[in-house]
């Protein structure tokens, strides 16, 4: 007998978790468009119910049943299965959308009290949440800025006066849109420095930037490896979607809750992203090769002041560092000032041929959007002027085009600036 084989995950993406022969031989999982399903005997009936509400811990072999669509569907559990694969997780949570996965996360896991601590910039949608709410149900935020030292940041921490309460340690890293890199690892010691027996620092890491292929934020520390899907993983801009990746303690809790909030996938679009899951790899692939040739032409450009990209990170800084031990590719998001401010910028975007102008990022097709009056409109002013995000940046999410037409859009737009 041969040697026993360990499988890639772009190999095991084709059908880990799926058996043909429980669904007549289909070669794909069929979309499982039910919202109950039938139990053999009440004994079963209980037992399933049991888990499934956290009533008591799952025994070793036993099969977790389906119930209801809104706790589980085959779909979503094959799709949850095949996503541990990228990260090395126990166990994933599929949700409608990123900020669901998000907002599930820090819902399960801070209190009225708590103290929050996260990086800065972070997508829009997670900075209004963050102020908007989180504030209204009694939980302490502080923020700091990338490029910190962990004597800095537990300064911030320790000046809130909430030192004792602190729960969570939030982080987006690459950050949204200025790709500035936070050291996961470090956040990780400031987590274990807080971190009493009886209340552990979460370590919650946004990696929808990097996607599952070049970044792991599990393997540096972190108990959450969050996802908006519908970026990178979904791919095609067909679809919303999130998702979080973490051991089976962590990830248990957020299923829970997951049941009782809703906001769970539908079985069509976890079908959806199953498809996406097979070509992954080979997408970020392209994209990042992309990338890397429109930053070097954006870089040495003369009406661009200033390219945001980790393929440009000076070696010997402490940004490179970082990026080195996080990253195994500089990934497919750009963003770059263009010299001038909001006019010029919008005269560059308004004259893209083949790019389209909107927001979301990680498709297949090229993207260029605003960040100052689009995805970060809602940030106070001149807190986004301090983190860079002003009315000259532009962001683009390069996708699998051939890069000399997506140079050569750039380049024919920038005549016009």
């Not at 919202?35 to 053999?40: A, D």
């Not at 072999?61 to 541990?84: A, C, F, M, Q």
């Not at 000259?392 to 920038?414: T, Y």
Request: aromatic fraction near 10%; charge should be negative.
């Amino acid at each position: 007998m041969g040697k026993k084989h360990t499988y890639k995950p772009e190999s095991l993406m084709m059908s880990y978790g799926f058996k043909p022969s429980l669904s007549e031989g289909a070669i794909k999982s069929p979309i499982f468009l039910t919202s109950t399903f039938v139990f053999e005997t009440a004994e079963e009936g209980k037992a399933f119910f049991e888990v499934a509400y956290g009533l008591r811990a799952k025994r070793k072999r036993e099969k977790v049943g389906l119930i209801y669509s809104r706790i589980n569907n085959p779909d979503l559990e094959i799709l949850e299965d095949r996503l541990t694969l990228w990260d090395d997780a126990d166990d994933c949570a599929v949700f409608e959308s990123g900020m669901a996965a998000i907002s599930t996360v820090m819902l399960e896991f801070l209190k009225p009290g708590d103290l929050l601590f996260y990086s800065t910039p972070v997508y829009g949608g997670t900075d209004h949440f963050i102020h908007q709410f989180l504030s209204k149900i009694g939980i302490h935020t502080a923020a700091f800025k990338p490029g910190l030292s962990r004597a800095e940041m537990e300064s911030i921490i320790d000046k809130t006066g909430f030192g004792d309460r602190l729960a969570m340690i939030y982080l987006e890293t690459p950050a949204n849109p200025t790709n500035a890199l936070i050291d996961i690892s470090c956040c990780k010691k400031i987590a274990d420095t807080y971190s009493t027996p009886d209340k552990p620092v979460r370590l919650a890491v946004d990696n929808t930037y990097m996607g599952p292929i070049w970044q792991h934020p599990l393997k540096h520390g972190a108990d959450f490896s969050i996802y908006s899907a519908t970026k990178y993983i979904g791919g095609h801009s067909d679809l919303i979607a999130g998702a979080c990746c973490g051991n089976n303690e962590v990830i248990g809790r957020l299923k829970t809750l997951r049941t009782f909030l809703g906001n769970m996938a539908s079985p069509h679009t976890g079908w959806l992203l199953m498809r996406s899951l097979e070509t992954l790899k080979v997408r970020m692939q392209q994209q990042t090769l992309n990338a890397q040739k429109v930053a070097a032409f954006l870089n040495s450009h003369p009406k661009v002041e200033k390219v945001y990209y980790p393929g440009l990170i000076p070696e010997g800084t402490r940004e490179y560092e970082i990026f080195k031990k996080q990253c195994s590719a500089p990934g497919a998001m750009i963003s770059f000032d263009v010299k001038g401010g909001e006019a010029e910028a919008f005269r560059f975007i308004d004259a893209l041929k083949m790019i389209k102008l909107a927001v979301s990022l990680g498709g297949t097709e090229s993207l260029v959007e605003h960040p100052a009056t689009m995805t970060h409109a809602g940030l106070d002013p001149a807190y986004r002027l301090e983190l860079s995000v002003t009315e000259k940046l532009v962001r683009i999410s390069v996708g699998i085009e051939h890069h000399d037409d997506i140079i050569w859009d750039i380049g024919q737009a920038l005549e016009l600036v």
